[in-house]
């Protein structure tokens, strides 16, 4: 996973991107491969656990559905001890604790038990996410975390593509050792997350600084670089509030666009396995290689859209592109047989996984860096929401119709409406920085360029105390 490093930096701070690249990039790619699959596995298991604990399709949305609770309740905490504790610590601990009550799931024996965990997983996963991009943007300049985002985002979707093929197979151990097959695939594949936790303890290095593998030229000219972009934004003397960032309109618009790429991404891979069933006469290994094919199409289209995006600098008309893209995917769906809904939702899986990534370099390029850690984990925890609106929804419509379709139109809908959003969005762009006008200009004289004291003007800046 090395980098192509334009001329535009020094030899030493290529030489360092490319290390990071080799290094770091890669190690987030497999942590977040084990933790989607400790997230999503449960679509796998569902026929099996509803049977065994009896769950209503109602809930078992719910329960998928709680796990985003938890998460947006305690991801700005979560964040803040990151800061405090350090990255190598905090992501230590998340992954072993989130590895911890995965393999729990296998134990469910009761609605109450399966819910209780469902949030414990949301309360132990909390923070992950958000400390990932933040970790992005005090290691990488601007010109790279496009591509490193994308990159770390296609674990999710390597993530789905191995996560049907193991589960099915692991669902096929029903009755070894007197346990059902749904228990030993949430035990075997939560345990792995507890090894990987200690693997990342030994390699992961909380900032620059303490990385060895860097020359100290490379750790200065990289280190120097990073300040150099964050200081040509304009920014304000005091510390920003992280709750008046909820004052900020751009904000707004970007934790409701995130918010309604989870619902599109969270309802098609909690269901997806229960659609693909719908074709009939399959087995759970068979359902689980099929529901590998819209993940595979997935993958392609995250790494060719990340790329594009950083060739051109030009962030929003990809996003908006791939949103219409993942709606006209689930509207196709709708009114297909069963195995060209399949292919339907290879188009929708090539629309919404990809522009979650492409999303995510927007606020990077808009947020001070004293707001960063703060604004990611706002716009991720309640973005995140989308995640227990889209399964818990899809359950109940599931419930009153006998049928998935009202919810695939639904996901038409809010794709269509978040792709308009975007049209209002600031930042995205090498050349759309954070601007701000000054309070109080001529209305015939130009606008002056922006000073650190203008960062409070909305719609401009993250709002500041």
């Not at 151990?173 to 075997?188: D, K």
């Not at 997806?272 to 068979?286: A, E, K, M, T």
């Not at 595979?296 to 600098?313: E, H, N, Q, Y």
């Not at 850690?373 to 925890?381: D, F, V």
């Amino acid at each position: 996973m090395s980098a192509v490093v334009p001329e535009i930096h020094p030899p030493a701070v290529q030489s360092a991107i490319r290390k990071i690249f080799r290094r770091v990039v890669p190690l987030f790619f497999v942590m977040f491969v084990a933790n989607y699959m400790d997230r999503v596995n449960l679509g796998f298991a569902q026929d099996e656990l509803r049977a065994d604990v009896g769950l209503s399709a109602a809930a078992f949305g719910l329960g998928a559905g709680i796990f985003f609770i938890a998460y947006a309740i305690f991801e700005v905490p979560s964040n803040m001890l990151m800061e405090r504790f350090g990255a190598k610590v905090w992501l230590t601990r998340i992954m072993i604790t989130w590895g911890i009550v995965a393999t729990a799931m296998a134990f469910v024996n009761s609605v109450e038990t399966f819910y209780a965990l469902r949030f414990l997983l949301g309360v132990a996963e909390a923070g992950f996410f958000p400390a990932v991009i933040y970790y992005f943007s005090r290691w990488l300049p601007d010109s790279h975390r496009g591509r490193a985002t994308s990159i770390f985002l296609m674990g999710s979707g390597t993530a789905t593509v191995i996560v049907g093929p193991i589960s099915g197979a692991l669902l096929e151990m029903h009755g070894v050792w007197g346990h059902s097959g749904w228990q030993w695939m949430f035990f075997i594949e939560g345990i792995f997350s507890v090894v990987l936790g200690f693997v990342v303890y030994r390699f992961l290095d909380s900032g620059i600084e303490s990385a060895t593998w860097l020359t100290e030229e490379e750790k200065r000219e990289l280190v120097a670089t990073i300040d150099a972009e964050q200081d040509a934004r304009p920014t304000a003397d005091t510390r920003v509030s992280r709750w008046k960032l909820l004052a900020d309109p751009q904000m707004l618009l970007f934790l409701w666009i995130y918010f309604a790429i989870n619902v599109a991404l969270y309802a098609v891979t909690f269901w997806l396995p229960s659609i693909v069933d719908d074709i009939g006469g399959l087995s759970s290994f068979q359902v689980g290689l099929l529901t590998s094919v819209p993940w595979l199409c997935a993958i392609a289209a995250v790494f060719v859209s990340g790329r594009l995006s950083d060739r051109i600098g030009k962030r929003r008309p990809i996003l908006m592109a791939l949103l219409v893209l993942g709606g006209c995917g689930t509207l196709l769906a709708v009114f297909v047989s069963p195995w060209a809904g399949l292919g339907a939702l290879c188009l929708a899986a090539m629309g919404f996984k990809p522009a979650s990534p492409i999303f995510w370099t927007i606020p990077q390029s808009y947020l001070d860096a004293r707001a960063a850690a703060p604004g990611i984990a706002l716009i991720n925890s309640i973005g995140n929401l989308g995640g227990f609106v889209a399964p818990t929804a899809f359950g109940l419509i599931e419930d009153a119709t006998g049928s998935t379709k009202g919810g695939l139109v639904g996901l038409t809908v809010v794709g269509f409406l978040a792709a308009l959003s975007v049209l209002f969005v600031r930042g995205g762009g090498r050349n759309d920085r954070i601007r701000s006008r000054p309070a109080k200009a001529p209305a015939a004289a130009p606008a002056p360029k922006a000073t650190p004291g203008a960062a409070r003007t909305a719609g401009h800046g993250p709002a500041t105390a």
